[in-house]
Each structure stands twice: as structure tokens, then as C-alpha cells.
């Protein structure tokens, strides 16, 4: 596998986007909605209701567990330890906002080249299979990841300024660290060879996006059982499941190499 002729490919991906701007819209919406709803829920609804967010008794109740497993939220004052425990939680919508964008360049990335007859061309070149879906896979991940962690820089800034006191410092931690550096990067990774795979064996872009669904439904889960008190995951936990992510991207990589038809599509052409 030549790394150079997987960055030439990523570079003439790049440049494609890059004069197509508007395919880049829907990722840069998407994180801004992530970016402004933590806001929302935990700052300005209660100012504007008048009540503070531990005024319902289900945050009362999750509270109460969430203070009995997070230590360090245990010796603040209740309203303060929502606040902090909210804003730690809403993190993972900055997993599910770059995985929907990318995915939506990578399903075009290989169907629309297909549909296109631009795939074909570059097929003939020495690239082998395995390098031309990674090139792919990359070319489509970079723009999302460089969008989220413009995203999480003004996300983590904003917290600083208008959260409570210490609310800064107890997101930046091992657990948000392994969240949003390792697991949101490899979820997108797995969801986009996943597509890639997918947009081998059909026409439609559409039936190719719809794969994001499996990795983006399990993450929501997550997010709507952390934040109801149905359970907590461990620091621990997090690692295992960054590395059971990361075996899936791989695996997947020799699914997408083993179900693309380069010779039928090569034989189509000629």
C-alpha cells in the first residue's frame, strides 16, 4: 500500500470539494445546531422559564445517581453539578454531527463517480482497491473533523465563559478526551466505510447514507440513557469501546475491498 498515492487521491478529492462548497453545508449546519443546543437546554431555557434545571424531579433523580458515581461532582451545589453533568453529556452530539456529514460526500464520492463514468478512469490507474477506498474514506473525513473541532473549540470557550465555575475544567478530562479525540473520530471512520462499502453495490446516494443510521442510533442511545439516569459508562468502558470501534473500521475496510466489483465496473466502461 503506497501512502503517496493515497494522499495524491486525497488531495484531487480535496480540491473537488473544496469547489463545491455547498457539499460542506450540511456538516457545518449540523455542528452548528450541536454547538448551540447544550446552550439552549442548560442556559437559556431556565433563564427564561425563571427555574433552575434541578426544579424537575427527573434531574433530581439522574442527579442523584450521577453524584453518587462521579465523585467529582458530589461535593458541588446541586444546580451546579446539572449544569456541569448536562454539558459533559451533550458532547456526544459533536459524534453524531460529523458522521451525517460525511457520510453524505462519501456516499456521493464513489455513486456519483459511478454515475458520473469519472470512477472508471481512475480504476485503470496502479492503485490497488484498498487504496483507492481509504483515499476516499480519508478525503471525506478530514473536512468533518476539521469542522468539529473548530466546533468543540468554540463549544469548550463558550462553557468557559458563561458555565458555572470549574465547568471548563471538569470537561477537560480523560473521559471527553477518549469521547471526542478517539471514539468520534473512529465512529465517523467506520460509518464512512461503511457507506463506501454500501455505494459499491448500488446507484443511489440515498441507500448508501442510510448505513449511518446503524452507527448513529446506537450513539443517541447512549446519549438519551446517560442523560435519563438509565446508566453511566465508566472511563474504562469508553476505552473498550474505542477499541472495539476502531477493529470494526478495519474490518470493514476488508468488507468494502472484498464487495467492490472493480472489474465488472472496468468491463462496463471498455
Same mark, same amino acid.
Given at each position: 500500500?503506497?501512502?503517496?498515492?493515497?494522499? *495524491?487521491?486525497?488531495?484531487?478529492?480535496?480540491?473537488?470539494?473544496?469547489?463545491?462548497?455547498?457539499?460542506?453545508?450540511?456538516?457545518?449546519?449540523?455542528?452548528?445546531?450541536?454547538?448551540?443546543?447544550?446552550?439552549?437546554?442548560?442556559?437559556?431555557? @431556565?433563564?427564561?422559564?425563571?427555574?433552575?434545571?434541578?426544579?424537575?424531579? *427527573?434531574?433530581?433523580?439522574?442527579?442523584?445517581?450521577?453524584?453518587?458515581?462521579?465523585?467529582?461532582?458530589?461535593?458541588?451545589?446541586?444546580?451546579?453539578? &446539572?449544569?456541569?453533568?448536562?454539558?459533559?453529556?451533550?458532547?456526544?452530539?459533536?459524534?453524531?454531527?460529523?458522521?451525517?456529514? +460525511?457520510?453524505?460526500?462519501? &456516499?456521493? !464520492?464513489?455513486?456519483?463517480?459511478?454515475?458520473?463514468?469519472?470512477?472508471?478512469?481512475?480504476?485503470?490507474?496502479?492503485?490497488?482497491?484498498?487504496?483507492?477506498?481509504?483515499?476516499?474514506?480519508?478525503?471525506?473525513?478530514? @473536512?468533518?473533523?476539521?469542522?468539529?473541532?473548530?466546533?468543540? &473549540?468554540?463549544?469548550?470557550?463558550?462553557?468557559?465563559?458563561?458555565?458555572?465555575?470549574?465547568?471548563?475544567?471538569?470537561?477537560?478530562?480523560?473521559?471527553?478526551?477518549?469521547?471526542?479525540?478517539?471514539?468520534?473520530?473512529?465512529? !465517523?471512520?467506520?460509518?464512512?466505510?461503511?457507506?463506501?462499502?454500501?455505494?459499491?453495490?448500488?446507484?443511489?446516494?440515498?441507500?448508501?447514507?442510510?448505513?449511518?443510521?446503524?452507527?448513529?442510533?446506537?450513539?443517541?442511545?447512549?446519549?438519551?440513557?446517560?442523560?435519563?439516569? +438509565?446508566?453511566?459508562?465508566?472511563?474504562?468502558?469508553?476505552?473498550?469501546?474505542?477499541? &472495539?470501534?476502531?477493529?470494526?473500521?478495519?474490518?470493514?475496510?476488508?468488507? !468494502?475491498?472484498?464487495?467492490?466489483?472493480?472489474?465488472?465496473?472496468?468491463?462496463?466502461?471498455?
Amino acid at each position: 500500500m503506497s501512502l503517496g498515492r493515497i494522499a *495524491t487521491l486525497i488531495g484531487k478529492e480535496l480540491r473537488e470539494f473544496r469547489a463545491s462548497p455547498t457539499a460542506l453545508a450540511p456538516v457545518v449546519l449540523l455542528m452548528v445546531v450541536c454547538t448551540a443546543v447544550p446552550f439552549i437546554v442548560v442556559v437559556i431555557v @431556565p433563564w427564561i422559564t425563571g427555574q433552575s434545571l434541578t426544579s424537575d424531579k *427527573t434531574i433530581q433523580q439522574v442527579m442523584t445517581v450521577a453524584r453518587q458515581r462521579t465523585p467529582e461532582l458530589a461535593g458541588l451545589p446541586l444546580d451546579t453539578a &446539572a449544569e456541569i453533568f448536562l454539558f459533559q453529556q451533550l458532547l456526544l452530539l459533536f459524534l453524531v454531527a460529523p458522521i451525517v456529514g +460525511a457520510v453524505s460526500l462519501a &456516499a456521493y !464520492s464513489v455513486v456519483g463517480e459511478k454515475q458520473g463514468r469519472t470512477l472508471e478512469p481512475l480504476l485503470t490507474t496502479p492503485m490497488s482497491t484498498a487504496e483507492i477506498l481509504i483515499a476516499k474514506v480519508l478525503a471525506s473525513f478530514l @473536512p468533518s473533523v476539521v469542522i468539529e473541532a473548530v466546533g468543540l &473549540a468554540l463549544y469548550f470557550s463558550m462553557v468557559g465563559m458563561v458555565g458555572p465555575p470549574g465547568a471548563l475544567r471538569y470537561l477537560i478530562s480523560l473521559r471527553s478526551a477518549l469521547l471526542v479525540g478517539v471514539l468520534g473520530p473512529f465512529a !465517523s471512520l467506520t460509518a464512512l466505510q461503511a457507506t463506501i462499502a454500501v455505494s459499491s453495490r448500488v446507484n443511489d446516494p440515498r441507500s448508501a447514507q442510510q448505513v449511518a443510521v446503524l452507527v448513529i442510533l446506537p450513539l443517541i442511545g447512549v446519549l438519551i440513557g446517560q442523560m435519563a439516569g +438509565a446508566f453511566f459508562i465508566s472511563t474504562s468502558v469508553l476505552a473498550l469501546a474505542c477499541l &472495539a470501534v476502531m477493529a470494526a473500521w478495519g474490518l470493514l475496510i476488508l468488507l !468494502s475491498v472484498a464487495l467492490f466489483e472493480r472489474e465488472t465496473i472496468l468491463t462496463r466502461w471498455t
